[in-house]
């Protein structure tokens, strides 16, 4: 009896969790648009749905991180979720959103970014998992490498009309615009995009296609296409489509976006510090939406959040839960505490020691785009005056004269400690065998990188 309590327990939870699923996306922001019964499919039953990555890169950006958050909150209030990578897709280019053709990606390029995806979509679902709604990985390469062109325009092409797909947006506005048009590649894409959305349903029962609000067009083709390619068949023509918004910031501007160009999900193309710093930066009216829709925390706690910060905005509370959050869930705890050690060497009060216990990679990552020089180890085993140091052995100050008056007027540190004329650097003040970092007042830095 004990047992059968438990497991109705359990069903009641999971029931409770599908009810709430679109109400929780709704309240983070989530949701954009939704076809009618979406909801009511949501809240029936465990649902599976999917989401389509297009292999432009070997990464992802954190725009993408928005649909991989779905597909964990699909998983979370247990539902079904497919990540599919674009190996075919991506021989194409989507036209959403561009005003020009896209240059073709060779096949070397293409493999190596499919498999760069899905080393990076692991990371957030674990496609291990053998339970009824575990996650699954598909690459659309692999149904469609095989398909004929004649099979295809006789298959698929014929139920879906051409008038049909020119009334989608991502086509008017290429033949509205003053551009070259569409090619019939790219304009092919909506219907190799609405066969995969079939082909999951025939094989995985997948019912929800999922997606940024600019992928609209191409998964309302994909519904269609299931119904009628369905329709002797009443269950299976069922197909529903749910968007979430494109992030934008408070300004208007675009999202994702700081100096050096995209921020990255892969520490080899954004580094963790600059990742962190991008959330920590964060414009108060962005970081109280942002934390909705890019964190797992609670409606509750969100709000306690706000409250502290609308409190005490200076400390800025908000943008450092944000920070941590996002930081932790896209690298690690331990990539996380490195980045805060090392915002506080850069911006806090460190010591030398707390300099010298960065590893060679953090340093670099902090003091990326600091004027640099490089000394001889042989020189510094000998001992450099600090004046020829600033001067002579790397051009921090302009002259001797200038170096001295900085000395006298205190404002030259050493590892992050002030020093005065008469000051010898040695070996003893290398961090990591191979840096010392010099500073003129609170920002002006310089990095000697001892060979």
């Keep these: ?60 950006h954190i725009g993408s991180l928005v649909p991989i958050i779905l597909l964990q909150h699909l998983r979370n209030f247990g539902h079904k979720p497919i990540a599919l990578v674009g190996g075919a897709t991506g021989m194409i280019g989507d036209p959403s959103g561009k005003s020009d053709e896209r240059n073709l990606l060779d096949e070397a390029t293409l493999t190596k970014n499919v498999n760069g995806i899905k080393a990076l979509l692991s990371r957030f679902l674990d496609f291990d998992a053998k339970d009824d709604n575990a996650p699954v990985l598909v690459n659309n390469y692999d149904w469609m490498k095989d398909f004929s062109f004649i099979a295809f325009a006789r298959d698929v092409g014929k139920r879906i009309t051409v008038n049909y797909m020119m009334a989608k947006d991502s086509v008017k506005k290429r033949f509205e615009s003053d551009g070259a048009g569409m090619s019939f590649t790219e304009f092919t894409y909506q219907l190799i995009q609405g066969y995969d959305f079939y082909h999951l349903n025939k094989e995985y029962n997948c019912l929800l296609q999922m997606g940024g609000s600019d992928q609209w067009g191409n998964i309302t083709t994909g519904t269609e296409l299931v119904r009628r390619m369905n329709v002797d068949n009443d ?18 501007s675009k999202f994702g976006k700081s100096e050096g160009g995209n921020i990255w999900l892969t520490a080899d193309k954004t580094s963790v510090y600059k990742f962190y710093q991008f959330w920590l930066n964060t414009a108060d009216a962005d970081a109280e939406k942002y934390i909705k829709i890019f964190t797992f925390l609670s409606k509750e706690e969100i709000e306690k959040i706000i409250a502290e910060h609308n409190e005490a905005p200076h400390l800025r509370p908000l943008q450092k839960r944000l920070a941590e959050e996002v930081t932790v869930m896209v690298h690690s705890r331990e990539d996380f505490e490195n980045a805060v050690k090392a915002s506080g060497i850069l911006f806090g009060n460190a010591s030398a020691d707390d300099l010298k216990a960065l590893d060679a990679k953090t340093f670099l990552e902090v003091f990326d785009g600091v004027p640099q020089a490089e000394i001889s180890m042989e020189d510094l085993k000998a001992g450099i005056d600090i004046v020829d140091v600033l001067n002579t052995k790397s051009g921090f100050m302009k002259s001797n004269g200038e170096a001295r008056r900085a000395l006298a007027e205190n404002s030259i540190s050493v590892n992050r400690e002030k020093v005065q004329e008469g000051f010898s650097l040695s070996t003893n003040d290398l961090i990591n065998n191979q840096f010392v970092l010099l500073q003129k007042g609170k920002k002006n830095y310089f990095v000697l990188n001892v060979q």
């Design 1 to 60: 009896m004990a047992f059968f309590i438990f497991e109705n327990t359990i069903f009641a939870q999971n029931i409770l969790k599908m009810k709430n699923l679109v109400e929780e996306l709704r309240w983070r922001g989530l949701v954009h648009d939704m076809m009618p019964g979406t909801e009511e499919q949501l809240t029936k039953e465990s649902t599976t749905a999917y989401i389509g990555f297009d292999p432009t890169s070997d990464s992802l």
């Design 235 to 252: 269950e299976r023509a069922k197909a529903y489509a749910m968007t979430c918004p494109l992030i934008t910031k408070a300004d208007g």
